[in-house]
Protein backbone atom coordinates (compact mmCIF):
# COMPACT_ATOMS: atom_id res chain seq x y z
CA UNK A 1 0.00 0.00 0.00
CA UNK A 2 2.53 2.47 1.11
CA UNK A 3 4.82 1.59 -1.96
CA UNK A 4 1.45 2.48 -3.90
CA UNK A 5 0.99 5.70 -2.54
CA UNK A 6 5.05 6.39 -2.89
CA UNK A 7 4.39 5.49 -6.50
CA UNK A 8 1.40 7.83 -7.28
CA UNK A 9 3.47 10.52 -5.37
CA UNK A 10 6.20 10.49 -7.83
CA UNK A 11 3.87 9.99 -10.61
CA UNK A 12 2.36 13.45 -9.97
CA UNK A 13 5.51 15.17 -9.67
CA UNK A 14 6.61 13.85 -12.92
CA UNK A 15 3.12 15.20 -14.34
CA UNK A 16 4.03 18.03 -12.73
CA UNK A 17 7.35 18.00 -14.56
CA UNK A 18 5.54 17.88 -17.84
CA UNK A 19 2.86 20.68 -17.36
CA UNK A 20 5.21 22.94 -16.29
CA UNK A 21 7.85 22.43 -18.66
CA UNK A 22 4.84 22.77 -21.79
CA UNK A 23 3.90 25.76 -20.19
CA UNK A 24 7.40 27.19 -20.31
CA UNK A 25 8.60 26.37 -23.11
CA UNK A 26 5.96 27.96 -24.66
CA UNK A 27 5.43 30.93 -23.12
CA UNK A 28 9.76 31.64 -22.80
CA UNK A 29 10.32 34.89 -24.97
CA UNK A 30 11.94 33.67 -28.17
CA UNK A 31 13.82 37.18 -28.66
CA UNK A 32 15.10 36.98 -24.88
CA UNK A 33 16.39 32.94 -25.44
CA UNK A 34 18.07 34.61 -28.77
CA UNK A 35 19.62 37.56 -27.12
CA UNK A 36 20.98 34.71 -24.28
CA UNK A 37 22.38 32.63 -26.89
CA UNK A 38 24.30 35.27 -28.80
CA UNK A 39 26.17 35.56 -25.21
CA UNK A 40 27.30 31.72 -25.37
CA UNK A 41 24.24 30.38 -22.72
CA UNK A 42 24.18 27.08 -24.02
CA UNK A 43 20.80 26.46 -22.33
CA UNK A 44 19.36 29.39 -24.78
CA UNK A 45 20.73 27.09 -27.19
CA UNK A 46 19.04 24.30 -26.49
CA UNK A 47 15.58 26.07 -25.90
CA UNK A 48 15.99 27.81 -28.97
CA UNK A 49 16.40 23.97 -30.98
CA UNK A 50 12.97 22.91 -29.06
CA UNK A 51 10.99 25.99 -30.44
CA UNK A 52 12.29 25.15 -33.64
CA UNK A 53 10.73 21.19 -33.71
CA UNK A 54 7.74 22.70 -31.61
CA UNK A 55 5.44 19.53 -32.72
CA UNK A 56 8.16 16.77 -31.80
CA UNK A 57 8.56 19.20 -28.50
CA UNK A 58 4.46 19.39 -27.65
CA UNK A 59 3.68 15.54 -28.93
CA UNK A 60 6.76 14.65 -26.09
CA UNK A 61 5.49 16.05 -23.22
CA UNK A 62 2.23 15.18 -23.91
CA UNK A 63 2.90 12.02 -24.38
CA UNK A 64 4.57 11.74 -20.85
CA UNK A 65 1.56 13.69 -19.13
CA UNK A 66 -0.72 11.27 -20.54
CA UNK A 67 1.30 8.09 -19.43
CA UNK A 68 2.07 9.15 -15.61
CA UNK A 69 -1.55 10.76 -15.20
CA UNK A 70 -3.43 7.63 -16.31
CA UNK A 71 -0.80 4.96 -14.90
CA UNK A 72 -1.49 7.32 -11.44
CA UNK A 73 -4.98 7.19 -11.69
CA UNK A 74 -4.96 3.43 -12.53
CA UNK A 75 -2.92 2.89 -9.47
CA UNK A 76 -4.84 5.39 -7.32
CA UNK A 77 -8.39 3.06 -8.09
CA UNK A 78 -6.56 -0.25 -7.47
CA UNK A 79 -6.22 1.12 -3.92
CA UNK A 80 -9.50 2.49 -3.53
CA UNK A 81 -11.40 -0.92 -5.47
CA UNK A 82 -9.03 -2.61 -2.48
CA UNK A 83 -10.61 -0.15 0.19
CA UNK A 84 -13.84 0.91 -0.33
CA UNK A 85 -15.25 -1.81 -2.85
CA UNK A 86 -16.74 -1.23 -6.51
CA UNK A 87 -17.07 2.47 -4.91
CA UNK A 88 -14.11 3.22 -4.93
CA UNK A 89 -13.63 3.67 -8.51
CA UNK A 90 -15.71 7.16 -7.41
CA UNK A 91 -13.62 8.14 -4.75
CA UNK A 92 -10.21 7.42 -6.84
CA UNK A 93 -11.83 9.42 -10.00
CA UNK A 94 -12.82 12.59 -7.25
CA UNK A 95 -9.08 12.00 -5.24
CA UNK A 96 -7.11 11.84 -8.44
CA UNK A 97 -9.12 14.81 -10.32
CA UNK A 98 -8.09 16.94 -7.24
CA UNK A 99 -4.52 16.12 -7.13
CA UNK A 100 -4.23 16.00 -10.47
CA UNK A 101 -5.79 19.96 -11.48
CA UNK A 102 -4.13 20.90 -8.27
CA UNK A 103 -0.70 19.88 -8.12
CA UNK A 104 0.36 18.23 -11.79
CA UNK A 105 -1.36 21.17 -13.38
CA UNK A 106 -2.64 24.73 -11.52
CA UNK A 107 0.43 24.98 -9.56
CA UNK A 108 2.92 24.12 -11.98
CA UNK A 109 1.70 26.15 -14.69
CA UNK A 110 0.77 29.23 -12.90
CA UNK A 111 4.82 28.69 -11.68
CA UNK A 112 5.88 28.36 -15.09
CA UNK A 113 3.52 31.27 -16.86
CA UNK A 114 5.05 33.67 -13.96
CA UNK A 115 8.65 32.33 -14.37
CA UNK A 116 8.82 31.17 -18.12
CA UNK A 117 12.19 32.01 -19.45
CA UNK A 118 13.98 30.81 -16.14
CA UNK A 119 11.83 27.79 -15.84
CA UNK A 120 12.65 26.80 -19.74
CA UNK A 121 15.86 27.47 -19.27
CA UNK A 122 16.18 24.93 -16.32
CA UNK A 123 14.70 22.06 -17.92
CA UNK A 124 15.50 22.34 -21.36
CA UNK A 125 18.19 19.93 -21.46
CA UNK A 126 15.77 17.45 -19.17
CA UNK A 127 13.04 17.57 -21.75
CA UNK A 128 16.18 17.46 -24.71
CA UNK A 129 16.86 14.10 -23.89
CA UNK A 130 13.00 13.08 -23.29
CA UNK A 131 11.90 14.66 -26.66
CA UNK A 132 14.94 12.33 -27.85
CA UNK A 133 14.01 8.98 -25.93
CA UNK A 134 10.41 9.31 -27.12
CA UNK A 135 10.82 9.98 -30.76
CA UNK A 136 9.86 6.65 -32.17
CA UNK A 137 6.47 6.93 -30.54
CA UNK A 138 5.90 10.44 -31.37
CA UNK A 139 6.63 10.16 -35.00
CA UNK A 140 4.08 7.04 -35.53
CA UNK A 141 1.32 9.94 -33.44
CA UNK A 142 2.04 12.81 -35.44
CA UNK A 143 1.42 10.26 -38.59
CA UNK A 144 -1.57 9.28 -37.48
CA UNK A 145 -2.56 12.72 -36.95
CA UNK A 146 -1.53 14.09 -40.18
CA UNK A 147 -3.36 11.33 -41.49
CA UNK A 148 -6.31 11.96 -39.92
CA UNK A 149 -6.62 15.73 -40.91
CA UNK A 150 -5.68 14.79 -44.23
CA UNK A 151 -8.67 12.59 -44.43
CA UNK A 152 -10.89 16.15 -43.27
CA UNK A 153 -9.07 18.20 -46.25
CA UNK A 154 -6.84 19.87 -43.98
CA UNK A 155 -2.71 19.65 -44.25
CA UNK A 156 -0.76 20.97 -41.13
CA UNK A 157 2.37 20.79 -42.61
CA UNK A 158 0.97 23.69 -44.94
CA UNK A 159 -0.44 25.90 -42.53
CA UNK A 160 1.46 29.20 -42.35
CA UNK A 161 3.18 30.29 -39.07
CA UNK A 162 2.40 34.14 -37.43
CA UNK A 163 4.85 36.05 -39.62
CA UNK A 164 7.59 37.45 -37.82
CA UNK A 165 6.52 41.53 -38.51
CA UNK A 166 3.41 40.41 -37.35
CA UNK A 167 4.41 38.89 -33.99
CA UNK A 168 7.07 42.31 -33.35
CA UNK A 169 3.99 44.54 -34.17
CA UNK A 170 1.83 42.83 -31.30
CA UNK A 171 4.36 42.66 -28.58
CA UNK A 172 4.96 46.63 -29.57
CA UNK A 173 1.24 46.71 -29.28
CA UNK A 174 1.47 45.04 -25.42
CA UNK A 175 4.05 47.85 -25.21
CA UNK A 176 2.27 49.37 -22.49
CA UNK A 177 2.20 52.89 -21.38
CA UNK A 178 0.32 56.37 -21.78
CA UNK A 179 3.46 58.50 -20.65
CA UNK A 180 5.71 60.54 -23.65
CA UNK A 181 8.40 58.28 -23.33
CA UNK A 182 6.70 55.02 -23.92
CA UNK A 183 4.84 56.30 -26.51
CA UNK A 184 7.61 57.72 -28.69
CA UNK A 185 9.12 54.40 -27.78
CA UNK A 186 6.15 52.56 -29.70
CA UNK A 187 6.00 55.16 -32.64
CA UNK A 188 9.99 54.62 -33.04
CA UNK A 189 8.98 50.45 -33.32
CA UNK A 190 6.04 50.89 -35.72
CA UNK A 191 7.77 53.29 -38.08
CA UNK A 192 10.87 50.99 -38.08
CA UNK A 193 8.58 48.11 -39.24
CA UNK A 194 6.68 50.74 -41.77
CA UNK A 195 9.93 51.44 -43.85
CA UNK A 196 9.26 48.41 -46.81
CA UNK A 197 5.15 49.66 -46.47
CA UNK A 198 6.17 53.75 -47.36
CA UNK A 199 7.45 55.53 -50.30
CA UNK A 200 9.62 58.06 -50.40
CA UNK A 201 6.67 60.42 -52.09
CA UNK A 202 4.82 60.34 -48.69
CA UNK A 203 7.19 61.90 -46.81
CA UNK A 204 9.26 64.20 -49.22
CA UNK A 205 9.72 68.10 -49.13
CA UNK A 206 7.34 69.16 -51.49
CA UNK A 207 8.98 70.80 -54.29
CA UNK A 208 7.02 73.66 -53.69
CA UNK A 209 9.13 74.26 -50.41
CA UNK A 210 12.22 73.53 -51.65
CA UNK A 211 15.27 75.87 -51.99
CA UNK A 212 16.37 75.99 -55.64
CA UNK A 213 18.55 78.44 -57.30
CA UNK A 214 18.64 79.45 -61.02
CA UNK A 215 22.73 78.48 -61.98
CA UNK A 216 22.48 81.56 -64.63
CA UNK A 217 22.37 83.98 -61.75
CA UNK A 218 25.36 85.75 -60.77
CA UNK A 219 28.08 83.97 -58.53
CA UNK A 220 27.80 86.26 -56.21
CA UNK A 221 23.94 86.39 -56.21
CA UNK A 222 24.41 82.64 -55.78
CA UNK A 223 26.75 83.34 -52.57
CA UNK A 224 24.20 84.96 -51.33
CA UNK A 225 20.97 82.92 -51.61
CA UNK A 226 23.19 80.37 -50.53
CA UNK A 227 24.27 82.02 -47.11
CA UNK A 228 20.28 83.52 -46.58
CA UNK A 229 19.35 80.10 -47.13
CA UNK A 230 19.33 77.29 -44.18
CA UNK A 231 20.22 74.43 -46.17
CA UNK A 232 24.15 72.86 -46.33
CA UNK A 233 22.82 71.32 -50.05
CA UNK A 234 20.56 73.03 -53.10
CA UNK A 235 19.54 72.04 -55.98
CA UNK A 236 20.35 74.26 -58.94
CA UNK A 237 18.38 74.43 -62.21
CA UNK A 238 18.68 75.82 -65.46
CA UNK A 239 15.57 77.31 -68.35
CA UNK A 240 13.07 75.57 -65.80
CA UNK A 241 12.88 74.31 -62.29
CA UNK A 242 11.90 71.00 -63.35
CA UNK A 243 15.87 71.11 -65.12
CA UNK A 244 17.47 70.34 -62.01
CA UNK A 245 21.57 70.23 -63.20
CA UNK A 246 23.60 70.03 -60.27
CA UNK A 247 23.42 70.09 -56.43
CA UNK A 248 25.12 72.59 -54.76
CA UNK A 249 26.91 71.82 -51.38
CA UNK A 250 27.35 74.55 -48.86
CA UNK A 251 30.85 73.40 -48.26
CA UNK A 252 32.35 73.42 -51.85
CA UNK A 253 31.05 76.49 -52.40
CA UNK A 254 32.77 77.60 -49.26
CA UNK A 255 35.95 76.32 -50.08
CA UNK A 256 35.88 78.09 -53.63
CA UNK A 257 34.84 81.43 -52.47
CA UNK A 258 37.93 81.24 -49.70
CA UNK A 259 40.37 79.77 -52.60
CA UNK A 260 39.09 83.31 -54.15
CA UNK A 261 40.79 84.90 -51.65
CA UNK A 262 39.25 88.29 -52.14
CA UNK A 263 39.18 88.28 -55.78
CA UNK A 264 36.14 89.01 -57.78
CA UNK A 265 33.54 86.05 -57.33
CA UNK A 266 32.00 86.62 -61.05
CA UNK A 267 35.16 84.24 -62.42
CA UNK A 268 33.52 80.78 -60.10
CA UNK A 269 31.79 77.78 -62.22
CA UNK A 270 28.92 77.31 -59.85
CA UNK A 271 28.05 74.90 -62.00
CA UNK A 272 31.13 72.94 -61.74
CA UNK A 273 31.33 72.96 -58.03
CA UNK A 274 27.87 71.13 -57.66
CA UNK A 275 27.70 67.32 -57.47
CA UNK A 276 25.55 64.98 -60.12
CA UNK A 277 22.17 65.10 -59.30
CA UNK A 278 20.62 61.73 -58.12
CA UNK A 279 16.70 61.25 -59.33
CA UNK A 280 14.96 58.38 -57.43
CA UNK A 281 10.77 57.59 -58.46
CA UNK A 282 8.61 58.42 -55.64
CA UNK A 283 7.53 54.91 -55.34
CA UNK A 284 10.46 53.73 -53.71
CA UNK A 285 10.32 52.36 -50.11
CA UNK A 286 11.96 54.03 -47.46
CA UNK A 287 13.57 51.41 -46.44
CA UNK A 288 15.25 50.55 -49.93
CA UNK A 289 16.08 54.27 -49.75
CA UNK A 290 18.04 54.25 -46.66
CA UNK A 291 20.22 51.13 -47.83
CA UNK A 292 20.74 53.21 -51.46
CA UNK A 293 22.01 56.38 -49.20
CA UNK A 294 24.19 53.73 -47.69
CA UNK A 295 25.47 52.27 -50.56
CA UNK A 296 25.89 55.78 -52.43
CA UNK A 297 27.00 57.51 -49.22
CA UNK A 298 24.71 59.87 -50.36
CA UNK A 299 22.34 62.24 -48.02
CA UNK A 300 20.32 64.04 -50.44
CA UNK A 301 18.09 62.57 -53.41
CA UNK A 302 15.06 64.52 -55.84
CA UNK A 303 11.99 62.99 -55.98
CA UNK A 304 10.63 62.21 -59.82
CA UNK A 305 7.17 61.35 -61.25
CA UNK A 306 6.69 58.68 -63.49
CA UNK A 307 6.69 61.22 -66.05
CA UNK A 308 10.26 62.42 -64.81
CA UNK A 309 8.44 65.98 -63.29
CA UNK A 310 10.52 67.15 -60.00
CA UNK A 311 7.96 66.30 -57.36
CA UNK A 312 10.25 67.26 -54.24
CA UNK A 313 13.21 65.75 -52.21
CA UNK A 314 14.04 62.96 -49.73
CA UNK A 315 16.88 63.40 -47.54
CA UNK A 316 18.65 60.88 -45.05
CA UNK A 317 16.84 62.67 -42.10
CA UNK A 318 13.74 62.47 -43.69
CA UNK A 319 14.16 58.80 -43.28
CA UNK A 320 15.53 58.82 -39.30
CA UNK A 321 13.06 60.89 -38.18
CA UNK A 322 10.38 58.61 -39.85
CA UNK A 323 12.10 56.43 -37.41
CA UNK A 324 12.75 58.79 -34.48
CA UNK A 325 10.53 61.89 -35.14
CA UNK A 326 11.93 65.40 -35.32
CA UNK A 327 15.56 65.80 -35.67
CA UNK A 328 16.21 69.34 -34.61
CA UNK A 329 19.59 71.78 -35.04
CA UNK A 330 20.15 74.77 -34.42
CA UNK A 331 20.28 75.72 -38.36
CA UNK A 332 16.59 73.93 -38.89
CA UNK A 333 13.32 76.29 -39.62
CA UNK A 334 11.53 75.72 -36.31
CA UNK A 335 7.96 75.23 -38.00
CA UNK A 336 5.55 72.30 -36.53
CA UNK A 337 2.39 72.84 -38.07
CA UNK A 338 0.40 71.76 -34.95
CA UNK A 339 -0.91 74.16 -32.71
CA UNK A 340 -3.14 72.65 -29.74
CA UNK A 341 -5.74 74.61 -28.57
CA UNK A 342 -7.83 75.46 -25.35
CA UNK A 343 -10.73 73.58 -26.22
CA UNK A 344 -8.47 70.15 -27.37
CA UNK A 345 -8.83 70.75 -30.83
CA UNK A 346 -5.38 70.89 -32.33
CA UNK A 347 -5.13 73.74 -35.74
CA UNK A 348 -3.09 71.90 -38.77
CA UNK A 349 -1.50 73.69 -41.20
CA UNK A 350 -2.39 71.52 -44.44
CA UNK A 351 1.11 70.02 -45.36
CA UNK A 352 1.47 68.69 -42.21
CA UNK A 353 1.78 65.06 -42.91
CA UNK A 354 -0.82 62.64 -41.68
CA UNK A 355 1.80 59.91 -40.93
CA UNK A 356 3.28 62.47 -37.97
CA UNK A 357 -0.08 63.17 -36.39
CA UNK A 358 -0.93 59.53 -36.28
CA UNK A 359 2.74 58.42 -34.77
CA UNK A 360 2.68 61.84 -32.18
CA UNK A 361 -0.81 61.44 -31.10
CA UNK A 362 -1.20 57.51 -31.79
CA UNK A 363 -4.16 58.61 -34.23
CA UNK A 364 -5.74 56.30 -36.86
CA UNK A 365 -6.52 58.43 -39.61
CA UNK A 366 -6.20 56.37 -42.91
CA UNK A 367 -2.75 57.50 -45.27
CA UNK A 368 -3.18 55.21 -48.24
CA UNK A 369 -4.96 57.74 -50.48
CA UNK A 370 -3.32 61.00 -49.20
CA UNK A 371 -0.46 61.81 -47.56
CA UNK A 372 -1.37 65.05 -45.71
CA UNK A 373 -4.24 66.35 -43.71
CA UNK A 374 -5.33 68.77 -46.96
CA UNK A 375 -4.90 65.97 -48.99
CA UNK A 376 -7.07 63.49 -47.12
CA UNK A 377 -9.98 66.63 -46.63
CA UNK A 378 -9.92 66.93 -50.51
CA UNK A 379 -10.47 62.94 -50.89
CA UNK A 380 -12.87 62.30 -48.84
CA UNK A 381 -15.11 65.03 -49.82
CA UNK A 382 -14.53 65.26 -53.34
CA UNK A 383 -14.37 68.60 -53.61
CA UNK A 384 -12.43 72.10 -52.98
CA UNK A 385 -14.44 72.97 -49.78
CA UNK A 386 -14.76 76.44 -48.51
CA UNK A 387 -13.78 78.12 -45.68
CA UNK A 388 -15.43 77.70 -42.34
CA UNK A 389 -17.36 74.18 -44.01
CA UNK A 390 -16.73 71.07 -41.11
CA UNK A 391 -16.77 67.55 -42.30
CA UNK A 392 -17.05 64.45 -40.16
CA UNK A 393 -15.01 61.54 -40.94
CA UNK A 394 -13.60 58.72 -39.32
CA UNK A 395 -14.77 60.01 -36.19
CA UNK A 396 -12.41 63.13 -36.66
CA UNK A 397 -13.86 66.47 -37.20
CA UNK A 398 -11.99 68.85 -39.57
CA UNK A 399 -13.30 72.25 -40.07
CA UNK A 400 -11.85 74.72 -42.84
CA UNK A 401 -9.41 77.47 -41.07
CA UNK A 402 -7.86 79.44 -44.08
CA UNK A 403 -7.19 78.26 -48.31
CA UNK A 404 -4.96 80.51 -50.75
CA UNK A 405 -6.77 79.75 -54.22
CA UNK A 406 -7.68 75.87 -54.57
CA UNK A 407 -4.70 75.22 -51.53
CA UNK A 408 -6.44 74.39 -48.23
CA UNK A 409 -3.45 75.66 -45.92
CA UNK A 410 -5.02 75.58 -42.49
CA UNK A 411 -7.56 73.10 -40.93
CA UNK A 412 -8.98 72.40 -37.27
CA UNK A 413 -8.35 68.88 -36.18
CA UNK A 414 -10.88 67.70 -33.46
CA UNK A 415 -10.55 64.05 -32.30
CA UNK A 416 -13.33 61.75 -31.52
CA UNK A 417 -12.83 62.12 -27.19
CA UNK A 418 -12.59 66.10 -27.74
CA UNK A 419 -15.37 66.48 -30.25
CA UNK A 420 -19.54 65.70 -29.77
CA UNK A 421 -21.09 62.63 -31.29
CA UNK A 422 -22.03 62.66 -34.77
CA UNK A 423 -24.47 60.86 -36.90
CA UNK A 424 -23.88 62.36 -40.29
CA UNK A 425 -20.92 62.38 -42.15
CA UNK A 426 -20.90 65.99 -43.57
CA UNK A 427 -22.48 69.29 -42.04
Known sequence: M????VAIAVLLVLSAFFSGSETALTAASRPFIHQLEQTGNRRAGIVRKLHEQQARLLSALLLGNNLVNILASALATGIMIEMFGPT????????????VLVFAEVIPKTYAFRHANQTALAV???????????????????????????????????????????ELRGA??????????????????????DLTEVQVGEIMVHRRNVVTIDADEPPAEIVSQVLASPYTRIPLWRES???IVGVLHVKALL????????????????VALAGTPWFIPEYTPLLD????????????????????????IVTLEDILEEIVGDISDEHDV?????????????????????????????????DEEAATVAGLVLHETRRIPEVGQTFLFHDFRFEILRRQRHQITSVRVIPPETGPEEKSGKE
Open 255 to 270: RAVQAQEGSNLDTLDI
Open 124 to 166: GPVVRLLVFVLNPPVQFLLLVVRGIFKLFGSDIQGDEAVRGDE
Open 2 to 5: VGYL
Open 241 to 243: ADN
Open 334 to 366: SVSGVRLQPDGSYVVDGDVTIRDLNREFEWDLP
Open 88 to 99: GVAYATLAMTLL
Open 289 to 312: QLLAFRERHEHFALVVDEYGSLMG
Open 172 to 193: IELHNGDDTAVRHERAMLRSIL
